[in-house]
Every structure is written in C-alpha cells, then in structure tokens.
C-alpha cells in the first residue's frame, strides 16, 4: 500500500514538472514574438501640406540709369533678346535677314536694337566681318566702348585688310583714350584705303589736339578733294589754316561749312572771328603802308 502511494506522489510530481515547462515554453515564445521582431510599429502620416516658404521677390529700381538697362539687356542670351521685338513683327530666319534688319535699325537710331540683328548674323555666320563693324558702330552709338572694342577686334581679326574695319577701330581708340592706338588704326585705313575722306579727316583731328597743323592740314585738303559735301570737313579746314595763320582760306572754309550746314553756329563764330581778323589785318597794313609813304616823303 506504502508503495502505491509513494508512485502515486512520483506520477504527479512529474505530471506538475511538465504542467510547469509547458507554461514556461508558451511565456517565451509569446515574449520573443512581441519583443524580438524586426518590424517598426506603423508611424502616423498628417496630410496637411507642410507651410510653403514664402521668398520676396525685389522691385526693379527704375532709378537705375540707362546704361545699367542695356548693360542688363546685353547679358542676356540672344534668344531672350529678341523678344523685344514688336508683337506683330515677323523676326528673319536666315543672316542675310538679320543683317538687313540690323541696318535698318541703325539708320532709324534703335541701336540696341541693330546689335541684336548683327549678334544674331554673327551666330550664323561666324565669318561675317560687316556685322562685327556695324555691331561695333552701333555700341558706338550706345557709348557701350568696351563692347565695340571686342567686336571690332573679332572684324580685325577675321580680315585685316578691311579699311573700315580699321576706321571703326580707330573711333573706338579714341574714344577710349588711347590716341596712339587710333592713329595707327586710322593711319592702316588710310594706306588700305586712301581716298577714305573719313578716316583722313578723323586722323587730322588728332593732329590738331596735338597741334601737328601742317600734318593736319595736308590730310584736310585731300579729305574735301574727294568729299567735298561734307561741312565739318571745310570746318576742320578752316580752324587749322587759321592756327597756320592763312585768314583768307579759313575765311572759304568757313563759308563753305556755312553753305552745306547753314545751322552750324560754330562755323559762323568762326567766320565772324576770321572776318574781323582780316579786316583789322587790311587796316594795319593800309595803316603801316601810309606810315612808310610818309617817311619817304621826308
């Protein structure tokens, strides 16, 4: 009997054992399945659109000069450039277009507008040393000197036997000070083109500031030999025979700048001056001849 109930107290001893396993097993894994997975808890998404940062956006400052504008303008790519064109204005597809357009914009003085067309003549036809002059001619026109430096340069070095090209480089020089370098520039247009009134007459002019008369004068009189319509020339004339003290031809000059720019004050100043300089020139030597009769007469 002792026996039976000592197997009895064994069995369910063991029985408690597995009983208290069991309960251990299922506590680990239900632990390992909330703890040790790899997974992320779900994250809540708001869908509010985040505030958009406002930037301000400056006002042009319309007190800028002119020069600023263009300077602005010239920056921009070609393609934006022309969209300053008139609405209704149909824009050339081909060099020789632009080019036409470029001139006719120089001649009725939208210059901005002229280096738009040359600049587009340019990108066609990389070669073309007459839209590098005029684009020049018109920067000219703008004061934009730095700007016609460059293109005029670009012509110079696509041809260096094109006189025009050298008579615009030499207006630039000048223009930017440098006398020396527009004397040579005009004095290469001469040799490449002699009868050029333009660039004899531009020469002259530096010569008079530089109080070179004689050298002035010669290249003066070649320039009316072969225009002889253009009144600043005789003007030119005029001013530097009166420096070498020939009266009478400054007088002509004068008279002859006067006859084709009938509004030109300054030639008639000039004249009035020369006048009264001639005149009081006779009455001294009407004066001193008198003088001289009288001492013979003694």
Do not use: C
């Amino acid at each position: 009997m002792q026996n039976l109930n000592d197997r009895r107290r064994n069995d369910n001893r063991r029985m408690t054992i597995i009983i208290g396993g069991s309960a251990l097993v299922m506590l680990l894994a239900f632990v390992t399945f909330k703890g040790g997975s790899d997974e992320q808890s779900p994250v809540s998404i708001s869908t509010r659109p985040a505030p958009i940062a406002q930037v301000e956006t400056p006002d042009f400052d319309k007190s800028l000069p002119v020069e600023v504008e263009i300077e602005a303008v010239e920056q921009e790519p070609v393609q934006e450039i022309v969209s300053i064109a008139k609405p209704e204005e149909k824009l050339p597809t081909t060099a020789a277009g632009w080019y036409q357009k470029g001139w006719k914009d120089y001649k009725s003085g939208a210059y901005q507008d002229a280096v738009t067309s040359f600049t587009e003549v340019t990108l066609l036809q990389p070669e073309r040393i007459k839209a590098y002059t005029n684009m020049a001619r018109a920067q000219i026109k703008l004061g934009n000197f730095s700007e016609a430096e460059v293109a005029i340069n670009n012509a110079v070095t696509l041809d260096s036997t094109y006189a025009d090209a050298y008579l615009v480089k030499g207006r630039v020089s000048y223009s930017l000070g440098n006398l020396d370098g527009a004397v040579e520039s005009y004095t290469r247009s001469i040799e490449l083109s002699p009868e050029n009134p333009y660039a004899l007459n531009n020469l002259a002019l530096i010569y008079i500031q530089q109080e070179k008369f004689v050298e002035a004068h010669e290249l003066l009189l070649e320039a009316i030999e072969h225009k002889n319509d253009v009144a600043y020339f005789h003007n030119n004339l005029g001013i530097v025979s009166e420096r070498l003290g020939k009266l009478g031809e400054a007088r002509m000059a004068f008279e002859a700048a006067i006859e084709f720019d009938p509004d030109s004050e300054k030639s008639a100043k000039s004249l009035a001056r020369v006048t009264a300089l001639l005149k009081q020139t006779k009455e001294d030597r009407v004066l001193v001849n008198h003088e001289s009769l009288q001492d013979e007469n003694l």
